[in-house]
């Protein structure tokens, strides 16, 4: 059974300016995190060069977005997205499509059955970015990409994304909420960042958003998984499970005031493991969203890897 783990420099090198909480110290609390010899039996691949990055981005993004990007990146310094949020510096691109990049190696990989499932080390971050913005730190979608990239590529139907990161996934949602053949299933808190998220707000069915409230627990988010998220899931059973993996609702996360922990993540996917088995042979692709309490970050990511790992 094998995990894959995917990391590259380049993503160091999205310099979003001082006291940005998107940074890429992120990646490196993360790969500290990993160095344990326990994370040995991990695949560890870098980002991989491909020629269809921009095809990819177009199953989810208009053209408009992409010419936008590339005309207000900058050659030094910085450009400025929407309201300081998101910032472009002159590698932001390139390590935009490398995110794009992996995520369909992951894709590709799981499906020529060269592993079980892959933890992806990939910033700038997704769920945020509509088909037409790219906004809350977001260029590209990544997890939005990887699902329609799935279902053309890998003649399967039904994707199913569980978005645990604390912020509502308004990109996701926006991609898929007419697509009756992707479920997309959010917990978030309310009110907080971008706002969207209202239960509901169902699509045509395909939608399940989970609003938290402040200081709710472990074990408040678990019964919530348990009663609500889990059920839908397993109903629509799905061909292939995307996790948009941000560990911002961790008790020590400066964005938020959700309080989970270390051992709750590691529950939450053992159990979406668990599902993925029954409904998809296991078939399960995590991407890193947010998170931005550095140690507590590099913590969760192991707790959630080795859980992938014993999957
Ligand atoms: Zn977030």
Redesign the pocket.
């Known amino acids: 059974m094998t995990t894959l783990y995917y990391s590259d420099a380049i993503f160091l090198q999205h310099d979003t300016g001082f006291g940005h909480p998107e940074t890429a110290a992120r990646l490196t609390a993360i790969t500290k995190a990993l160095e344990d010899e326990s994370f040995n039996p991990l695949q560890r691949l870098n980002a991989p060069e491909r020629e269809d990055t921009e095809t990819n981005i177009e199953l989810i993004h208009d053209k408009s977005l992409l010419q936008t990007l590339k005309e207000t990146l900058p050659k030094d310094d910085f450009a400025v997205l929407d309201a300081g949020d998101t910032i472009l510096s002159p590698h932001s691109l390139e390590a935009a499509f490398k995110a794009v990049n992996v995520v369909c190696d992951a894709v590709d990989k799981v499906f020529q059955k060269k592993a079980n499932n892959a933890f992806c080390a990939i910033r700038p ?1 997704g769920h945020h970015a509509t088909p037409v913005q790219s906004m809350g730190f977001c260029l590209f979608n990544n997890i939005a990409i990887a699902a329609e990239y799935a279902r053309k590529y890998h003649l399967i139907k039904k994707v199913a994304i569980v978005d645990f ?3 509502h996934g308004n990109g996701s949602q926006a991609a898929f909420d007419t697509n009756p053949d992707v479920f997309y299933a959010s917990s978030h808190e309310m009110p907080n960042f971008p706002g969207t998220g209202r239960p509901q707000d169902t699509g045509v069915g395909n939608i399940v958003n989970v609003p938290l409230h402040s200081s709710e627990t472990g074990e408040s988010v678990r019964k919530k998984y348990r009663d609500i998220i889990f059920p839908a899931l397993r109903a629509f059973e799905p061909e292939l499970l995307l996790i948009s993996a ?1 560990f ?1 609702a961790h008790k020590d996360d400066p ?2 005031s959700i309080m989970l922990v270390e051992e709750d993540y590691a529950w939450l996917t053992d159990e979406l493991l668990k599902i993925a088995k029954q409904c998809c042979e296991g078939r399960v692709i995590s991407a890193l ?3 931005y309490d550095l140690e507590a970050l590099g913590n969760s990511v192991a707790a959630h890897v080795q859980s992938l790992m014993n999957g």
């Open positions: 971050p990161d604390v912020h941000g911002d964005l938020a969203e947010g998170g």
